[in-house]
């Protein structure tokens, strides 16, 4: 059995992703986060794509955290099992993420942790 290790902590979201390959003309895909960290967001989309692709990606965070902009490496994509819509799953590396953008999706993420209600896991 392996063990998981993330290098930042992630939380759960909701919010809407755009994105499109690095430096082609072709429009922005929607897209649906799933979970967000300091590392790296994951998200469902409708397409296949090809792992190791660099992608332009614009992250609608919810007020006040604004819209965050980033250089990120497909990491891996996998087709759900489920009747799911998106039915893939993107794994997401932030290749370059401005300071002040890191520390919105910092501020975010240890923000939806604090509102957990962790007594009900004890």
């Known amino acids: ?3 998981e290790q993330r290098r930042f902590p992630r939380v759960r979201t909701d919010f809407g992703v755009e994105f499109k390959i690095k430096d082609s003309d072709s429009p922005p ?3 649906v986060g799933v979970n967000i960290s300091e590392g790296g ?3 469902r989309v409708s397409g296949k794509l090809a ?3 660099l992608l332009e990606v614009k992250i609608v965070m919810p007020p006040p955290y604004s819209t965050v902009h980033t250089l990120a490496r497909l990491v891996y994509i996998l087709k759900s099992r ?3 819509y998106p039915p893939y799953a993107c794994g997401l590396e932030f290749i370059e993420l401005k300071e002040e953008d890191r520390e919105r ?3 975010f ?3 939806e942790i604090d509102k957990l209600d962790w007594k ?3």
């Open 51 to 53: 792992a190791e692709t």
């Open 82 to 84: 489920l009747d799911e």
């Open 120 to 122: 009900r896991w004890l």
């Open 105 to 107: 999706v910092r501020n």
């Open 29 to 31: 895909i929607k897209a």
């Open 1 to 3: 059995m392996s063990i």
């Open 109 to 111: 993420v240890n923000e």
């Open 41 to 43: 967001i994951m998200m």
